[in-house]
């Protein structure tokens, strides 16, 4: 059977059509800003794929905590493709690094979110994205660099301030500018603290395996920073960490197989 997966994440949009040897045989990207333009891109790429009746997951920046963003969706979208669910992009990411099994999967990006399951519940901590920016991100460690070298972020959206953290990495490998390794060291300890929010709702953990995700976990530097830091300082459970090699378009599409067939 032929699914879709769709990952709206905070930058890009991407959606991918596997044929049914679950090979990717179209693609699109765009930038993911408005909800009516997403709606207006998908529903044009995928009617001009000729894929309207092919059953369809949307995993979504947001759908897990505003109800109003997965409405809008389900509204605008399911008279025009084979919409079976729109899930968040944090249940995404999990399902492509653990397929519906048990894990910590930690998404670094602009924002980030802790997201585990506990008795086949989906549950997160932090991606609240307050106006600082979710303790630990991108955005939130962007904006404790601009302000203390106080440069005028005022025009500035979430990205371009989250994307200063590639000046921050380099001065930290280069120059080991004291500056930039404290505000690292910062982020460390904020995203630890959701380890062990999570840790609080579970007795006994012997073995615990993490995924890392988002363009902060891509950068070896930090993630090499951020690992160590959590394993010297989180001794029990034993905690292992991985890269997820299956993309969220496509741990989504094979979620869409499943409803339709459980629909049948």
């Known amino acids: 059977m032929y699914a879709i997966g769709i990952d709206r994440g905070g930058s890009y949009t991407r959606i991918s059509i596997f044929d049914t040897s679950f090979t990717e045989i179209k693609n699109y990207t765009f930038i993911s800003d408005s909800l009516e333009n997403f709606v207006k891109e998908t529903s044009n790429f995928i009617q001009e794929a000729k894929a309207e009746k092919i059953p369809c997951v949307i995993s979504c920046k947001g759908a897990m905590t505003k109800k109003e963003i997965r409405d809008f969706i389900i509204q605008n979208l399911s008279n025009k493709i084979n919409l079976k669910a729109v899930i968040s992009d944090a249940e995404g990411a999990h399902r492509a690094a653990f397929n519906e099994n048990d894990g910590f999967l930690i998404i670094i990006g602009t924002g980030s979110v802790l997201i585990y399951k506990k008795d086949g519940k989906y549950l997160i901590e932090g991606g609240k994205n307050p106006p600082e920016g979710d303790p630990g991100s991108g955005k939130w460690i962007g904006l404790k660099y601009l302000k ?108 869409a197989i499943k409803l339709n067939e459980n629909n049948k």
């Open 148 to 255: 203390s070298i106080n440069k005028n972020y005022d025009s500035f959206n979430d990205q371009i301030i989250a994307s200063y953290t590639n000046e921050i990495i380099k001065k930290s490998i280069e120059n080991k500018d004291e500056l930039c390794l404290k505000i690292l060291n910062e982020a460390f300890i904020e995203l630890s603290k959701l380890i062990y929010k999570a840790l609080n709702n579970f007795d006994n953990i012997n073995n615990l395996k993490i995924a890392l995700i988002g363009g902060l976990s891509s950068n070896e530097y930090f993630r090499n920073g951020l690992s160590n830091y959590i394993t010297q300082n989180i001794k029990k459970p034993k905690i292992n960490f991985f890269i997820p090699e299956m993309t969220i378009q496509k741990a989504s599409a094979l979620y």
